[in-house]
């Protein structure tokens, strides 16, 4: 969970209660799966969610971690991480009790940390005071510092290569691209593979089909 006890959400902290309910009570960052036929179906089961309806015509306003607030209804044997050295986030840091530094190691109480979630790690923003104020707060900086400069050392120049995005010759996927894929049933049927450039394949239907919003055509 996101957040693991009343007094980590005071009644004026709307902000933080709404951010929860909107996101979503669970963190789709950290998950573990066994292999059985219960894991199966939740997959497939949120993958179709995820993929026909969280880009339907209901889709506004929803979020794919959202889902998970079901699962615990939906499906048997699912444990929930209780444990506060897990899945300490911008989200619920103060309340975990982070402390220490990578020389040292870092701790939430007695255990050691496990897992931190970096979710929007360029627009978190812990004040100095806060910093001076909380060793949650100071600690929890040093790791954002750390994971933005490792961030933006891979991201200099050329983005690092991503299998999924560009097609099996090389060329770039533009995000009107998947969302057309995603929206037309018959593209689905016609191209079950859309990365693959064989003819025929996705990428000659946009070469030779596809007019792109801004004029430009694929390829």
């Known amino acids: 969970p996101q957040v693991l006890t009343p007094e980590s959400m005071p009644d ?89 530094n990578f020389d040292e190691g870092f701790s939430v109480g007695s255990e050691l940390l496990i897992h931190a979630d970096f979710r929007h790690p360029f627009s978190t923003k812990i004040s100095t005071t806060e910093q001076a104020q909380n060793r949650s707060s100071l600690a929890f900086q040093v790791l954002l510092n750390w994971y933005r400069s490792r961030t933006q050392e891979n991201t200099t120049g050329c983005l690092p290569h991503w299998a999924m995005n560009c097609f099996t010759d090389g060329t770039s996927i533009r995000e009107e691209y998947r969302s057309l894929y995603r929206t037309r049933k018959d593209l689905q049927q016609a191209f079950p593979d859309p990365f693959c450039t064989d003819d025929p394949s996705y990428l000659r239907w946009l070469q030779t089909e596809f007019q792109s919003v801004d004029g430009n055509i694929v390829g």
């Open 12 to 100: 004026e902290d709307l902000a933080l209660q709404i951010d929860v309910l909107r996101h979503g009570v669970f963190s789709g960052g950290f998950m573990g799966l066994t292999p059985s036929a219960q894991a199966l179906k939740f997959v497939e089961w949120w993958r179709c969610r995820l993929l026909e309806i969280q880009y339907g015509p209901h889709a506004e306003n929803l979020f794919d971690t959202q889902w998970l607030d079901l699962v615990p209804s939906l499906f048997e044997d699912v444990r929930i991480e209780h444990r506060p050295n897990y899945n300490v986030s911008p989200l619920n840091y103060l309340e975990r009790s982070l402390s220490g």
